[in-house]
Each structure stands twice: as structure tokens, then as C-alpha cells.
């Protein structure tokens, strides 16, 4: 079985800073993928970056990047610069080599104060 | 342009009665799926499929069902037995593969609302 954990149900950070947000997982499968998706209040879920268990560097995407330390199986997701618009929902998710649907951790709201 | 659809965005029914959510993908995907969320949770996988007419039973799937006729198309049936219906319905789709880089996409989404 696989499982998402994110700790900090709501996160606030000030425009223009940096912050993280935490993801723990745990799975059995040799092989997996982690994902981070961000929902605004409208619902649509919207993909930001992956992260592969055998990628030798951490994942980045334009502002986004993943700290990836796979003996703490850990996969934050580091927001450079922050702006107003990424006030959401983000969530953590993972794939492994059985099932092909993803597993969500519970999520983490965002608020980007000016 | 590519994407999905779901429709319609919001859906009032009575309690008892069944009802059938649409998802429509023009993106060639294999794989599609559904999921459920509830106010400030996560999503949880009530059915998927990797091929057409073929569908498995995700983590929540009693009180659901669904068909894979056409590999564009992933209707959701939300029936009587679905003790508690009301929820935010999601419809995604993905390349089927490993588990690789095959992001997810999904639709916008159906708020379903039974009385």
C-alpha cells in the first residue's frame, strides 16, 4: 500500500519569499513517481512537477523545484519568489509500479500574503 | 484544444435517485480515472481504467460504477447505495505506462449535491 503524508494543513508566507512544503511517503515498490499538483478555489487540479525514485537530481520547473531525499522519503516542494497567485491548495502524490492511479496526501493551503 | 470535460459543473439531485456524471477526453489517452473530494481533503480513487471495456474498483468504489465503451469516454454512475453523495467529482486521464512521467490531467470538475 502506498501513503501520502503532508503534515502542515495551511502554510502563510509573504509575496516575493520562499517557502516549502512537506511531503513524506511510504510505499514498498521499487520503483515510483511523485507528483505535486496545485488546486485553486475554482477545483481544477493543476500538475507542477514530478519526480522520479531513480532521477539522480531534484526536479525543477520554473519556479518550482522538489527536494528529493529518498532514504528520508521525502518530497518537498520548494515555491521560489512567491506571488498572490499561488494561493491554493497544493497537493502531494505519488504512483508506484502496481497501481497506475495516483495516491494524494491530504494537502497544504497556501496563502501568499502582500 | 485538448482536454477534458466533465459535465455539468454543478448537479442537485434527490436522495434515492441515481445519477451519471460525464468525463470526455480528446487527448488519445489509455488510461482514465476518477476521483472523490471532500471540503479540505484529498482526492481518493473510486474507479480506473487502463484500457477500453476494462475497469477496476479503486479505494471508495461502493455506491459507484462506470463504463469504458469508447476510450474518450469514462461515465460515472453515483447510485442510491452511495451512502454519503455529495462530494467534488474529479475525471483525469493519463498515458498508461509505468510510473514514469505520465502526469495526470484532469477536468474541471462536477460538484454533485444530493438532498
Known amino acids: 500500500a502506498q501513503k501520502i503524508t503532508q503534515t502542515q494543513p495551511g502554510m502563510f508566507v509573504q509575496e516575493k519569499e520562499a517557502v516549502t512544503l512537506d511531503c513524506t511517503y511510504d510505499t514498498s515498490d521499487p520503483s515510483y513517481g511523485l507528483f505535486w499538483y496545485k488546486q485553486p478555489s475554482s477545483g481544477e487540479m493543476i500538475f507542477l512537477i514530478y519526480?522520479?525514485?531513480?532521477?539522480?537530481q531534484n526536479a525543477t520547473e520554473g519556479r518550482y523545484s522538489l527536494n528529493f531525499q529518498k532514504a528520508r522519503k521525502s518530497a518537498n516542494l520548494v515555491i521560489s519568489a512567491s506571488q498572490l497567485g499561488d494561493s491554493a491548495m497544493y497537493f502531494c502524490a505519488m504512483r508506484g509500479t502496481g497501481r497506475r492511479a495516483l495516491t494524494f496526501g491530504s494537502g497544504t493551503r497556501l496563502q501568499v500574503q502582500p | 484544444d485538448g482536454g477534458i470535460t466533465q459535465s455539468p459543473k454543478y448537479l442537485f439531485r434527490k436522495e434515492g435517485q441515481n445519477v451519471t456524471l460525464s468525463c470526455e477526453q480528446n487527448?488519445?489517452?489509455?488510461?482514465m480515472y476518477w476521483y472523490r473530494q471532500d471540503p479540505g481533503q484529498g482526492l481518493r480513487l473510486i474507479y480506473y481504467s487502463q484500457i477500453v471495456n476494462d475497469f477496476q474498483k479503486g479505494d471508495i468504489a461502493e455506491g459507484y460504477s462506470v463504463s469504458r465503451e469508447k476510450k474518450e469516454s469514462f461515465p460515472l454512475t453515483v447510485t442510491s447505495a452511495q451512502k454519503n453523495p455529495t462530494a467534488f467529482y474529479l475525471c483525469?486521464?493519463?498515458?498508461?505506462?509505468?510510473?514514469?512521467?505520465?502526469?495526470?490531467?484532469f477536468g474541471p470538475g462536477t460538484r454533485l449535491t444530493v438532498t
Open positions: 483525469a486521464s493519463s498515458q498508461y505506462g509505468g510510473p514514469g512521467s505520465y502526469e495526470q490531467y
Open positions: 487527448l488519445n489517452h489509455d488510461a
Open positions: 519526480q522520479g525514485s531513480y532521477d539522480q
